[in-house]
Nanobody
Framework: QVQLVESGGGLVQPGGSLRLSCAAS????????MGWYRQAPGKQRELVAL???????NYADSMKGRVTISRDNAKNTVYLQMNSLKPEDTAVYYC?????????WGQGTQVTVSS
């Protein structure tokens, strides 16, 4: 059983940066990909970024150039570095682990971008 715990969210001013972390209780190499998703109030959950087991990355168009996803297999942790944050980036950010058997979700971490 894999458990995912996000951290690093908070309140940041427009133009600021945050780094989110997703710590897995299991081995993330058992996942063929890890991802970050977000859900704003009244909106559907959407993809922010994905990273494969081999390190290939994929980003949502709205976030390209402003976010970087990375993974540290030794620490079983996935990161999301977010820069140049905008008020419309305000959302709950979720970590997701994708395996052939099932997907795993974390509980989410709130990111609020406001002056």
């Amino acid at each position: 059983q894999v458990q995912l715990v996000e951290s690093g969210g908070g309140l940041v001013q427009p133009g600021g940066s945050l780094r989110l972390s997703c710590a897995a209780s299991g081995v993330i190499n058992s996942m063929y990909a890890m991802g970050w998703y977000r859900q704003a109030p009244g909106k559907q959950r959407e993809l922010v970024a994905l990273i494969s087991r081999g390190g290939s990355t994929n980003y949502a168009d709205s976030m390209k150039g402003r976010v970087t996803i990375s993974r540290d297999n030794a620490k079983n942790t996935v990161y999301l570095q977010m820069n140049s944050l905008k008020p419309e980036d305000t959302a709950v950010y979720y970590c997701k682990g994708l395996s052939t058997a099932r997907d795993y979700w974390g509980q989410g971490t709130q990111v609020t971008v406001s002056s």
